[in-house]
């Protein structure tokens, strides 16, 4: 299953249609690393004016203590139930946006960590194979930071990404490698480490929103009870609710 890579400032894509809610914050005795790393993951589902700025006050707080964060940020993993996969992606992103080497370890251990087996029974609603190919692909974005700073153990960990059977992995890593300086010098030993089959993800890219083709009439599928409420809707929404969200909670 092919999905999207998301930006820092877009929504992640989403298998599944469940209401994620803002990760409860650990009892007190915590550590200090372990409680901004809660209070990230509550930003990165937060809205309101201030979210932006506070999420990024945070990570400026966070990559100063990168060691003790990172260590948190693992150890809230490992005791993270395996399909809360709104708390997981947070953590994921938010040690990607540290965009710091010392998180190097943790996100290149979650992309070379084998996908589990499908479990789920609908696949088209929810599946588990496209919840943790979403992690591994936001993994990949955040060693693509690196590497795009220069770091020579990111680029490496890109290129022996392109040996993973999941294509939308070796798809992340592809764009990772050739968003860095040296991506078009690199092209060509991404071709000849790719199956032969598989060198058009080099020709792949994102489209920008502008491109993408708008539909002209979003009601004309609607049903007379859409249409209905279509029109008994508020004109307009209180203040409150027109505040737009940080654009990181999935």
Partial sequence: M???NPSPKARPPDAS??????PARPPAEMSPAALLVSDLLATI????????EE??????TARKQA???VLAITRREQTCAPHDYSTRWGLVFAASELKLSATLPYLCDLVLTP?????????HSFSVVAEETILRTTAVEGIGHLAAAGRKEALDALFSFLAIPSLSIRRAAVQAILSTPSGRRLRRRVA?????????????????????PQIRNPERNLSDAGRRARKEAPADLPED???KPTGKNR
């Avoid at 999420?55 to 400026?60: G, I, K, N, Q």
């Avoid at 000849?192 to 993408?212: A, I």
């Fill in 45 to 52: 589902n937060s809205i309101g004016g201030d979210a932006e």
């Fill in 2 to 4: 092919e999905h999207t």
């Fill in 55 to 60: 999420y990024r006050r945070l990570l400026d």
């Fill in 67 to 69: 060691p003790e964060v």
């Fill in 17 to 22: 249609d469940s209401l994620n809610v803002a």
């Fill in 115 to 123: 996908l589990p087996a499908e479990t789920s029974r609908d696949p």
């Fill in 192 to 212: 000849e480490t790719l199956p032969k089959d598989q060198r058009f993800l080099l020709d792949l890219r994102r489209p920008d929103v502008r491109e993408v």
């Fill in 241 to 243: 609710s027109r505040e």
